[in-house]
């Protein structure tokens, strides 16, 4: 299915050193903000309190998170649990205050102006515990792209390859720097989108590369450059690209608008990845592998001489 079709190539390969050369500083950028900011991570990692409170009627999210920030506890996450009336609150760390101390605070100021709410549980994460999520989402991380790089090495030719996993770990490293910039919240949530971006990236590296397979192989082809396949390749794609990620990133961006901030974190991290994808999908990983010499002698491989018996 095709959007529309665009009769003459487009020249990405003519900018492949600008386009590298600003994934390049974005990525530096990126790995500077993660080491001198660092990640501001959520309750589920750094360890506090969690209480769960009961409405009488449906809770309204926004005076139930302006009644607990106005207590100054630190950045507290409120949102809904299951139903309307039932509201999840996670607290940091306070020192010297105890869990019991911190959800009585929060429970008179829950109960001010005669509203009916109940405390239904309280339970507090200590540090090893967050320092356990942290470690199993590291492997988790860690084992997503072990994963992706056996893949792409079995899939394609080194260059390929090569060029696909650098530019997927660009995404990654890019979303991470951006959390970090604006000290936006790292939680549980946002490292399943940052997973997810991870397989999304590489869906949309494979089908460019395996276009620029394809025309490598076609002998109507023999005449142009590996740079002019390469465009043509990627220019054959885009009806589809604007396909897939527009509809995909129409749906993230209606989660990040209207789903709240339970989900503000997940959303933010797949708006971000599914942008630079397609920018490290097109304008990375393919200069990068025009940069190590893909040929087509690299596709094709050379027909086997057969052997004349000796008589």
């Given at each position: 299915?095709?959007?529309?079709?665009?009769?003459?190539?487009?020249?990405?390969?003519?900018?492949?050193?600008?386009?590298?050369?600003?994934?390049?500083?974005?990525?530096?950028?990126?790995?500077?903000?993660?080491?001198?900011?660092?990640?501001?991570?959520?309750?589920?990692?750094?360890?506090?309190?969690?209480?769960?409170?009961?409405?009488?009627?449906?809770?309204?999210?926004?005076?139930?998170?302006?009644?607990?920030?106005?207590?100054?506890?630190?950045?507290?996450?409120?949102?809904?649990?299951?139903?309307?009336?039932?509201?999840?609150?996670?607290?940091?760390?306070?020192?010297?205050?105890?869990?019991?101390?911190?959800?009585?605070?929060?429970?008179?100021?829950?109960?001010?102006?005669?509203?009916?709410?109940?405390?239904?549980?309280?339970?507090?994460?200590?540090?090893?515990?967050?320092?356990?999520?942290?470690?199993?989402?590291?492997?988790?991380?860690?084992?997503?792209?072990?994963?992706?790089?056996?893949?792409?090495?079995?899939?394609?030719?080194?260059?390929?390859?090569?060029?696909?996993?650098?530019?997927?770990?660009?995404?990654?490293?890019?979303?991470?720097?951006?959390?970090?910039?604006?000290?936006?919240?790292?939680?549980?949530?946002?490292?399943?989108?940052?997973?997810a971006v991870l397989g999304y990236s590489v869906n949309e590296s494979v089908v460019v590369f395996d276009r620029i397979r394809e025309n490598f192989r076609k002998p109507g082809?023999?005449?142009?450059?590996?740079?002019?396949?390469?465009?043509?390749?990627?220019?054959?794609?885009?009806?589809?690209?604007?396909?897939?990620?527009?509809?995909?990133?129409?749906?993230?961006?209606?989660?990040?608008?209207?789903?709240?901030?339970?989900?503000?974190?997940?959303?933010?991290?797949?708006?971000?990845?599914?942008?630079?994808?397609?920018?490290?999908?097109?304008?990375?990983?393919?200069?990068?592998?025009?940069?190590?010499?893909?040929?087509?002698?690299?596709?094709?491989?050379?027909?086997?001489?057969?052997?004349?018996?000796?008589?």
């Amino acid at each position: 299915m095709e959007l529309f079709r665009i009769k003459r190539d487009i020249p990405f390969m003519s900018y492949g050193k600008l386009t590298t050369t600003i994934s390049l500083v974005t990525f530096i950028l990126a790995v500077f903000f993660l080491f001198s900011k660092g990640l501001n991570l959520s309750v589920e990692f750094t360890g506090g309190t969690v209480m769960e409170v009961q409405y009488a009627q449906s809770a309204n999210l926004a005076d139930v998170r302006g009644r607990v920030d106005r207590l100054k506890l630190g950045e507290a996450q409120v949102q809904s649990l299951g139903t309307s009336r039932d509201v999840l609150i996670r607290l940091p760390v306070k020192k010297d205050v105890s869990a019991a101390q911190l959800s009585n605070q929060v429970l008179t100021a829950l109960k001010a102006g005669n509203t009916q709410v109940d405390l239904r549980k309280v339970e507090f994460v200590g540090p090893s515990v967050g320092a356990e999520l942290v470690e199993n989402g590291l492997i988790a991380l860690t084992v997503v792209c072990l994963g992706i790089i056996a893949y792409l090495a079995l899939r394609f030719e080194w260059r390929f390859a090569v060029s696909a996993i650098i530019a997927n770990m660009h995404d990654v490293v890019i979303i991470l720097g951006c959390f970090a910039l604006f000290q936006w919240e790292f939680s549980l949530t946002v490292l399943a989108g940052v997973l997810a971006v991870l397989g999304y990236s590489v869906n949309e590296s494979v089908v460019v590369f395996d276009r620029i397979r394809e025309n490598f192989r076609k002998p109507g082809m023999k005449h142009m450059t590996t740079a002019q396949v390469i465009d043509h390749a990627i220019t054959s794609t885009i009806s589809r690209t604007m396909i897939t990620h527009g509809s995909t990133e129409a749906m993230v961006l209606s989660m990040l608008l209207f789903g709240g901030a339970a989900l503000h974190g997940f959303a933010m991290a797949l708006t971000i990845g599914i942008v630079f994808g397609i920018y490290s999908s097109v304008l990375v990983a393919s200069p990068l592998a025009l940069a190590l010499g893909i040929k087509r002698e690299h596709m094709i491989k050379p027909p086997k001489q057969k052997q004349e018996a000796v008589v």
